[in-house]
């Protein structure tokens, strides 16, 4: 990588309850942000952002979402005011030409992202834009975008994507601990085992990840896997890929991180 490059990061988020607490997961995150090169900016790809049409948030001073119910209240009480940039809304829009992108005014930071970031840069001094996750495109059409995005790792911005590759809520053991799913741990492997594949979009088997027997289960709907393939696509060719942390909690929901460069 070089001195200006910034890595490409995809963190599993897991439970809100990261933010309150510390684990291996949030001290892998932690550990990110005092290892990696500093950024002058952040574009965020989170699951919890799933929109018709692409759009970024391009306000000064975004707000912190607290997109979930039934936790703890001083988890509501956190706040992430990190500061926005409409300048790098405005990169990020000319970067993933001709998708017309949205100057969004009103969305902020939710979970997905201010949920890892609280762990990697816990002062909320560093500039940063959240970029939805258009619900109506194929897999493919994300990891184009991620390869649109690539362009911007240059200029010293990290992409930070947030989801889970494996996210069944439906199938929650609420022990922690308890013995992951055969189909969880399977198909958490096979996302693994291709990582560093090479290739165009459509061949590639982690855009091509309903073909594998654990999907369908591992998620039944898309939103937590597809932040995932923007960093994928923003990987340059020949570019290292390594795994932060990785872990299968609550027998369905797999905490894998995943960073490019």
């Known amino acids: 990588m070089s001195q200006s490059r910034m890595p490409a990061l995809f963190l599993g988020h897991g439970s809100p309850m990261n933010v309150l607490e510390e684990n291996v997961y949030t001290e892998a995150w932690r550990a990110l942000g005092k290892t990696l090169p500093r950024p002058k900016a952040i574009v965020a790809v989170s699951a919890h952002w799933y929109t018709r049409g692409t759009a970024v948030t391009a306000m000064e001073k975004p707000g912190t979402i607290h997109d979930f119910g039934g936790f703890p209240q001083a988890l509501f009480d956190t706040q992430y005011p990190a500061p926005g940039s409409p300048d790098l809304a405005r990169k990020v829009a000319d970067a993933l030409a001709p998708v ?11 979970h997905g992202s201010w949920g890892v970031l609280i762990k990697m840069y816990p002062e909320a ?7 939805s996750i258009d619900g109506t495109k194929p897999p493919a059409f994300h990891f184009e975008l991620g390869r649109k995005l ?11 994507a947030s989801g889970n590759v494996v996210h069944n809520l ?9 013995e992951p799913y055969a189909w969880a741990s399977s198909f958490n492997e096979y996302v693994r085992d291709n ?10 088997p982690l855009v091509n990840f309903m073909q594998h ?8 709907t898309p939103e937590h896997y597809l932040p995932l393939l923007y960093v994928l696509g923003a990987r340059l060719p020949g570019e290292s890929v390594s795994i932060p942390v990785d872990g299968l909690v609550m027998a369905s929901l797999s905490m894998l991180s995943v960073q490019v460069g």
């Not at 001094?125 to 970029?131: G, H, N, T």
């Not at 439906?170 to 308890?178: I, K």
């Not at 027997?213 to 039944?220: Q, R, V």
């Open 195 to 204: 990582l560093s594949w090479e290739g165009e979009a459509e061949q590639h």
């Open 125 to 131: 001094d560093i500039p940063v834009v959240q970029l």
């Open 100 to 110: 017309q992108v949205q100057m969004d005014q009103q969305w902020g930071f939710d």
């Open 170 to 178: 439906r199938m929650v053991r609420w022990q922690g601990d308890a």
């Open 150 to 160: 690539a362009a911007l790792r240059e200029q010293g911005i990290m992409i930070v």
């Open 213 to 220: 027997d654990g999907a369908e289960l591992s998620n039944p």
